[in-house]
């Protein structure tokens, strides 16, 4: 329900270099030298390491902090449902990361003793490395997201919406959620819907992944309740502040709900026990 996706931007330099591998990411396409990598990270717990996954959520703050070259992150809970979701889900958390290279994300998820204990305590980890396309608005009076002036091979796509609503706006805003999550769910090219957020309720967080720009648009553009809550949201002024963002998505490690929703993994290792060498598809 964030604002609308933006025209298509002028051309731009095209990259023509693609990868097969990078590190333990099946790869498509490697991020340039000097342009800022997003990362996007969920991991599923068993019931019983639950509330280790919990206190991950203080815990994981002075390490996170402590990352060469992480320039921006999130730690974030999940909704019990694909997209806006009043429920919890205890069992899946969720980590939004901007980094200053690609470099340094890779020598993250390689190495960092915070990435191995997720691993070693959940049943899921799944990993997607993003290029920023489009961003519009702020998160926490920020633009975490930078985007690229480059012209990028076909590639799935991935819209991130967060919105901090008003008090005032919560019941109009919630009463809408159900109807738009089944017209989300049964539009033709999506791949993937998360809801997440830092406090659900107030500040909720989307993630989606499509097969493309001309799917994520169908959705954005032609689905009347979607448009409608739009239109609502900013003519009332539901939002204190609010962030939509496009990305292209270039390399993706693990699984979600048992598959990589990219397609880039021919084989689907079990992260649980670690990084393993992933072929690209």
Request: net charge positive; proline share 10%.
């Amino acid at each position: 329900m964030s604002a609308s996706p933006d025209p298509p931007p002028a051309s731009a330099p095209h990259v023509a270099s693609l990868a097969t591998q990078s590190s333990d990411f099946a790869t498509r396409l490697r991020a340039p030298p000097g342009v800022p990598l997003i990362t996007f990270t969920i991991c599923r717990y068993p019931p019983g390491q639950r509330f280790w996954a919990l206190r991950q959520m203080g815990l994981a703050r002075r390490p996170l902090a402590a990352t060469p070259g992480l320039d921006f992150h999130r730690l974030l809970g999940s909704g019990a449902s694909p997209g806006f979701s009043l429920r919890p889900d205890l069992g899946r958390y969720a980590l939004l990361a901007a980094w200053s290279s690609e470099q340094a994300a890779d020598d993250f998820f390689a190495a960092a003793p915070l990435l191995r204990a997720w691993r070693e305590h959940s049943s899921e980890l799944w990993t997607v490395k993003l290029l920023p396309r489009r961003s519009r608005g702020s998160w926490a009076g920020h633009c975490p997201f930078t985007p690229s002036t480059l012209e990028l091979p076909p590639l799935p796509v991935v819209v991130i919406t967060r919105a901090s609503l008003r008090l005032r706006a919560l019941p109009s805003f919630w009463r809408r959620v159900p109807a738009i999550n089944r017209d989300l769910l049964a539009s033709p090219g999506l791949r993937l819907a998360l809801g997440v957020g830092e406090l659900p309720w107030l500040r909720p967080v989307t993630v989606s992944l499509w097969d493309d720009d001309a799917a994520l648009e169908r959705f954005a553009f032609h689905g009347a309740r979607h448009h409608q809550a739009a239109r609502a949201a900013v003519d009332r002024r539901w939002f204190r502040e609010d962030l939509f963002a496009r990305f292209a998505a270039i390399a993706s490690q693990g699984r979600v709900d048992g598959r990589d929703p990219c397609g880039f993994q021919a084989v689907l290792p079990d992260m649980s026990r670690g990084p393993a060498a992933i072929t690209a598809a």
